[in-house]
């Protein structure tokens, strides 16, 4: 009987005595969801996109550089001082109930009252976003998101070889009659939708906000047809114009389950960020956290509550939003100055991005090479689709460029369309 812990490699898969040029030699071995994970069209744009040259509006990096890192840094001198054989401890698989409880004081910024007992605390809103799919999903089942939605929200959707069906959008974001007509004809093909994913803030591509009557209007219909809700928030406290919303799961406890993140509003290498479900739900999102990893990164945790305790964060953000507004002007300034006619783009109130739409004809992926021999970086709209829609849109980030830049930028892409236009 041979150890079933030993490594064989006579168990590697067979090249069948044929020299193997393929490059992964375990490409017969992968389970066939791992056939689903691409890399996203961003990642691929990185190494391009961050030579000092090119003008980056594709990445959707947050702007740090206005954090007072000597400050941070004394903060977690302190902490280590104090309590760092506890912190550098494994931890709750939930997330430590301190910091679960400030969470719900960050939460109540958008009108949500929550109990820290139903927060459960993530690697990051993306390790929540896999935790939520992992507890809900089975291969085939549909995932709703907004038609363009996050892109790393589809792959990992896409992940567990889910079925994602996208519903269109109005300049007020989701369109609930669609959401109601898209259920209904899935469901009378007995195809079972397990919930809506949406951004109600800012949407990443989109740059959409649903005002607070569609949010109602969108519950409305989730209660009628008994539909989830995954509602996606990490931009939400950085709005531009105005006052933060009230968020889905203010209006609604029982269907919306609500992810947040620390990424935005102070800094993702923490890598934390939280759910917020239903109690029924918040169990088994602790059962998949703890197999996943045993418990949230707990240095972290400290670093972020200490940070929430002692720094005055609201003033943190206000200054992000006052950063973030001069860049967002620029970037809408930069447009109307050299767009060619034709081109359309969306009007953020907060968060990274600005959606264009190109003149008919004009196909984003196909003009990225070109944009980038004239020096300049955007994502293609496609990366934001399941389904291959999103050849005449694109994606702007103003988050980390200069204003200047940010100017510079356009002038750019604006010549690089009017060529594309000529062609
Ligand atoms: N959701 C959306 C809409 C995002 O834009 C991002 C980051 N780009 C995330 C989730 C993941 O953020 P994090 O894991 O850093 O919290």
Redesign the pocket.
Known sequence: MTDPHSFNPSRLPSTGGRSDTRLDHYVDSYAQRTHKMTASAVRSLFSVANRPEVVSLAG?MPNIADLPLGKVGNLLDELIQRDGARIMQYGSGQGELQIREQICEVMAEEQIRAHPDDVVITA????G?DLVTRIFCDPDDVVLVEAPS?V??LGTFKSYQTQISHVAMDDQGLDPDALRQVVTSLRDQGRRVKFLYT?PNFN?PAGITQPTERRREILQVAEDLDLLIVE?N?YGLLTIDGEPLPAMRSMETDRVIY?G?F?KTFA?GF?V?WVLAPHAVREKLVLAQESATLCPPVFSQFAISEYLAKHDWRGQIRQYRDMYRERRDAMLQGLTENMPQGTTWTHPTGGFFVWVTLPQGVDSQKMLPRAVTARVAYVPGDAFFADGFGSRHMRLSYCFPTPERIIEGTRRLGEVIADEMRI
């Open positions: 959707g990051g809103s993306q390790q976003l996050y790393g929200a951004i990443n996606d990490p992810l993140s990424s993702p890598r960020g």
